[in-house]
């Protein structure tokens, strides 16, 4: 993984990129919150299936650059950038979790240089929430604090890491809990850029944003998630021509990355095929 610096106007974007730019490239939107690092086996797998991985940590992230507050529009500019910067013409757009809301206006975006679009466990947020028990607390306490960033100290305390967070995540592997609530392990300050980069992604119609989409698009989504609803993402394929739908029994949110290896082959299955076909042509 080679990682560098982008300026996206006044803000230093820690880019990360694995591969060497020979390869078509995936630009991955992950999640508010998130470090590069945790995309590694994924990047790895990708790889394997010949596709760059691209991505970068977003505002609202831990120790990330720029004003407190973000919005979609900032996101989106900052993937224009970060493609700018590494001279990536064309790409595959790609999010996780909040990652796939902002995915979503970064393929609008570019046009036809957006090779097509994947949704992997989505926040989509049809009923104004990620529709799940633990998605919903979280958007519900970043809205909280937007509203009133008083409000921020006493989040800071009931959501503090006291140990249990392997078994409320349903992870076993405790580095990757420890990057997976890097969040909350920060002071109020942090906290408080983490709640306003995701209530940032809140802002949108998910209807349009979807029935917008020209390009070949996946959606990805397991049923027992409890951070994001599978019926959101079974919703946005609906109203996408020629989407591909994959929900799975089992998995969790973070199968990602407890996972990469299937994640990588599913992507670039679909990856792979939505360049040998055109948009909205029916999946057989």
């Known amino acids: 993984m080679r990682t560098e610096t982008v300026r996206s106007g006044e803000v230093a974007l820690r880019v990360a990129r694995h591969g060497d730019g020979r390869q078509p490239a995936v630009l991955f939107v992950n999640a508010v919150g998130m470090e590069n690092a945790l995309l590694a086996g994924l990047g790895e797998h990708l790889r394997t299936h010949g596709l760059d991985l691209v991505t970068w940590e977003l505002r609202g992230s831990p120790g990330a650059d720029g004003p407190p507050r973000a919005t979609l529009e ?32 970064v393929t609008h975006a570019l046009g036809t240089r957006a090779l097509s679009f994947t949704s992997v466990d989505g926040a989509l947020l049809f009923t104004g929430t990620p529709g799940a028990r633990l998605g ?8 909280k604090i937007s509203a009133d960033r008083d409000r921020a100290g006493f989040y800071h305390d009931a959501v503090r890491p006291r140990g249990n967070e392997s078994a409320v995540l349903g992870v076993r592997d405790e580095d990757l809990t420890r ?43 397991r049923e027992d998630d409890e951070m994001v609803s599978h019926r959101h993402t079974r919703r946005a394929a609906a109203l996408v021509a020629g989407a591909e739908l994959s929900v799975l029994p089992v998995g969790g949110h973070y199968a990602l990355f407890t996972d990469p290896a299937g994640a990588a082959g599913t992507m670039a299955a679909f990856m792979h095929g939505a360049v040998a076909r055109p948009a909205g042509t029916p999946v057989r």
């Open 74 to 105: 900032d996101h989106t500019a900052d993937a224009l950038a970060v493609l700018r910067a590494l001279d990536i013409s064309r790409a595959h757009v790609a999010g996780w979790c909040t990652g796939a809301s902002i995915g979503l206006f």
């Open 136 to 143: 919903n607390a979280v958007f519900d306490m970043c809205a």
């Open 179 to 221: 990057m997976l609530t890097r969040p909350y392990r920060q002071d109020v300050e942090a906290l408080t850029r983490f709640a306003y980069g995701i209530h940032a992604t809140c802002d949108y119609d998910p209807v349009a944003a979807c029935a917008r989409l020209r390009v070949p698009s996946l959606f990805v989504a």
